[in-house]
């Protein structure tokens, strides 16, 4: 059974920090891309980072360039997405999702996991 679990989310001022993880079991992991995505309150959902297999192939929207992070550790079956300088407008639940390769822009992303909701706010 495929599995990803997202933690690490939470409430943070703006300006501060979050690390969040997705930790995927029931599949090959290392075989994958996987792509963060987020939905805010009343939003669809959005495409935030993506990494491919190994790693060595990155993207982020230009909302979150210069901001936030994407890596992954195969060894531990687990991706990351460092979140600095995090603004209200960050304020969402974030999943990951796993995918064999590169999925176009204007394919849906259909998150199998509950998410792990950021809220930005002073």
Known sequence: ???LVESGGGLVQPGGSLRLSCAASGFTFSDYWIYWVRQAPGKGLE?????NSGGGTTWS???????FTISRDNAKNTVY???NNLKPEDTAVYYCVPSRDWVPPDVSLSPPGQGTQVTVSS
């Open 1 to 3: 059974e495929v599995q």
């Open 47 to 51: 495409r935030v980072s993506y990494t």
């Open 61 to 67: 929207a230009r909302s979150v360039l210069g901001r």
């Open 81 to 83: 997405l460092q979140m």
